[in-house]
């Protein structure tokens, strides 16, 4: 009856619970590794950050301002972040590290039961372009997720370079194409267009040996084998020693590579990831470098991110025990003031407590069933509850 907007959700209150809890744990992991929290506003114009986050047109909710300006209600924190970065925070030297916990909107254009308004954390690491820093951003993911409670996930690692060296190497102009089908995870549509290609059937053989390379260190070696030009060859050096930098970390366990992992955001120049819980089909955080976009807004600088999907992450977590002690003083005018003290003195030790006027209860049973202990001060006098 009353709906609302596509893609829109609603959270309740064991929902809230659950998020704040996991929300807590990834802020004091990221904080932990001395990144800072900013925040950016909701709308940005469409002309700049809008057209940076790279994301499809139609996922972006647009409206106009006052002065005739097109905003757009941000679809992620990387566009704004680099926006900021080359603006309000232009002075501050690099590398920069900066973390964010905000609401990035995405058009839905089905109802398919996604959102179209979730809550992200992340983090970007600015102005360093080093495999250290690459790790670094993983490596940190790794450990939120698991002070998050999650101790079953798997991170996916490919490279944006070493997809299109081939890709273009063989089909040219055309890479879009075989792109997309990666991008869809469609490997049945990718093998099929292949086929329909009209190119040599060595390369056929190596279009289609690209959706083998997936596995632990010794991909890259297999991946050296169908691209040997400048660029592939840069991509293999950098997974091979990214894959290092992780063990260095002693995360290597949580760890594959993937060299068909093409990510939504086309801004991305080098190593991108993805991790999955293990109860859940799609994948829960996401990240990668990005060397060209700070240049979009004039202060170049080399960096790579990540994002996790808060309410992924909680559904992947399952239930959890977010139940707290809830307690409820019943109260009758006679006895309100030592309601009213009791309450103040059970809060001034860390408990929630609700005081309820019991003229307002038409439901005494009903209302009791919400908390966990009731206690009522009703009557003339003291003790006679
Ligand atoms: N902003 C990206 C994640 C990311 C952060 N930094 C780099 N990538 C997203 O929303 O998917």
Same mark, same amino acid.
């Given at each position: 009856?009353?709906?609302?907007?596509?893609?829109?959700?609603?959270?309740?209150?064991?929902?809230?619970?659950?998020?704040?809890?996991?929300?807590?744990?990834?802020?004091?992991?990221?904080?932990?590794?001395?990144?800072?929290?900013?925040?950016?506003?909701?709308?940005?114009?469409?002309?700049?950050?809008?057209?940076?986050?790279? @994301?499809?047109?139609?996922?972006?909710?647009?409206?106009?301002?006052?002065?005739?300006?097109?905003?757009?209600?941000?679809?992620?924190?990387?566009?704004?972040?680099?926006?900021?970065?080359?603006?309000?925070?232009?002075?501050?030297?690099?590398?920069?590290?900066?973390?964010?916990?905000?609401?990035?909107?995405?058009?839905?254009?089905?109802?398919?039961?996604?959102?179209?308004?979730?809550?992200?954390?992340?983090?970007?690491?600015?102005?360093?372009?080093?495999? !250290?820093?690459?790790?670094?951003?993983?490596?940190?993911?790794?450990?939120?997720?698991?002070?998050?409670?999650?101790?079953?996930?798997?991170?996916?690692?490919?490279?944006?370079?070493?997809?299109?060296?081939?890709?273009?190497?063989?089909?040219?102009?055309?890479?879009?194409?075989?792109?997309?089908?990666?991008?869809?995870?469609?490997?049945?549509?990718?093998?099929?267009?292949?086929? !329909?290609?009209?190119?040599?059937?060595?390369?056929? +053989?190596? *279009?289609?040996? *690209? *959706?083998?390379?997936?596995?632990?260190?010794?991909?890259?070696?297999?991946?050296?084998? *169908?691209?040997?030009?400048?660029?592939?060859?840069?991509?293999?050096?950098?997974?091979?020693?990214?894959?290092?930098?992780?063990?260095?970390?002693?995360?290597?366990?949580?760890?594959?590579?993937?060299?068909?992992?093409?990510?939504?955001?086309?801004?991305?120049?080098?190593?991108?990831?993805?991790?999955? +819980?293990?109860?859940? +089909?799609?994948?829960?955080?996401?990240?990668?470098?990005?060397?060209?976009?700070?240049?979009?807004?004039?202060?170049?600088?080399?960096?790579?991110?990540?994002?996790?999907?808060?309410?992924?992450?909680?559904?992947?977590?399952?239930?959890?025990?977010?139940?707290?002690?809830?307690?409820?003083?019943?109260?009758?005018?006679?006895?309100?003031?030592?309601?009213?003290?009791?309450?103040?003195?059970?809060?001034?030790? +860390?408990?929630?407590?609700?005081?309820?006027?019991?003229?307002?209860?038409?439901?005494?049973?009903?209302?009791?069933?919400?908390?966990?202990?009731?206690?009522?001060? @009703?009557?003339?006098?003291?003790?006679?509850?």
């Amino acid at each position: 009856m009353f709906e609302k907007p596509l893609g829109m959700r609603d959270t309740l209150p064991e929902m809230y619970a659950m998020k704040k809890q996991v929300r807590k744990q990834l802020e004091t992991e990221m904080s932990g590794w001395g990144y800072q929290m900013i925040e950016t506003p909701t709308l940005e114009y469409y002309e700049t950050v809008g057209l940076a986050s790279a @994301i499809l047109d139609q996922q972006l909710f647009k409206l106009l301002d006052q002065q005739g300006n097109t905003l757009v209600l941000r679809p992620d924190m990387t566009a704004p972040i680099a926006r900021l970065v080359a603006s309000s925070m232009k002075g501050e030297a690099y590398p920069l590290r900066l973390s964010y916990q905000s609401t990035v909107y995405r058009a839905q254009q089905h109802e398919a039961g996604k959102p179209a308004e979730f809550e992200q954390l992340g983090v970007e690491l600015i102005g360093d372009g080093t495999v !250290s820093a690459d790790g670094e951003v993983i490596a940190l993911m790794a450990s939120a997720l698991k002070r998050a409670g999650l101790s079953h996930f798997k991170i996916a690692i490919g490279h944006v370079g070493y997809v299109n060296a081939l890709l273009e190497d063989i089909v040219g102009e055309r890479a879009d194409e075989l792109r997309r089908f990666l991008y869809e995870k469609n490997y049945v549509g990718f093998r099929e267009h292949v086929k !329909s290609l009209p190119i040599s059937s060595i390369d056929k +053989g190596r *279009l289609l040996g *690209l *959706l083998k390379l997936r596995g632990g260190k010794g991909t890259m070696e297999e991946a050296a084998k *169908l691209i040997s030009n400048e660029e592939g060859s840069k991509a293999i050096a950098e997974l091979t020693e990214l894959w290092q930098v992780l063990e260095n970390y002693g995360i290597e366990q949580y760890v594959k590579v993937d060299l068909n992992l093409v990510l939504h955001m086309s801004y991305y120049t080098g190593a991108v990831f993805e991790g999955y +819980g293990s109860n859940l +089909g799609v994948p829960l955080c996401s990240g990668g470098r990005y060397d060209e976009l700070l240049g979009k807004f004039e202060r170049p600088g080399q960096a790579t991110g990540f994002g996790v999907r808060l309410d992924l992450l909680v559904e992947a977590l399952g239930e959890m025990n977010t139940k707290q002690k809830k307690t409820c003083i019943v109260f009758s005018k006679e006895r309100r003031a030592e309601a009213f003290q009791e309450a103040a003195s059970m809060r001034a030790k +860390g408990e929630s407590v609700v005081v309820q006027d019991i003229a307002g209860v038409g439901d005494v049973d009903g209302m009791s069933e919400q908390f966990t202990e009731v206690y009522y001060f @009703i009557g003339a006098k003291k003790g006679d509850a």
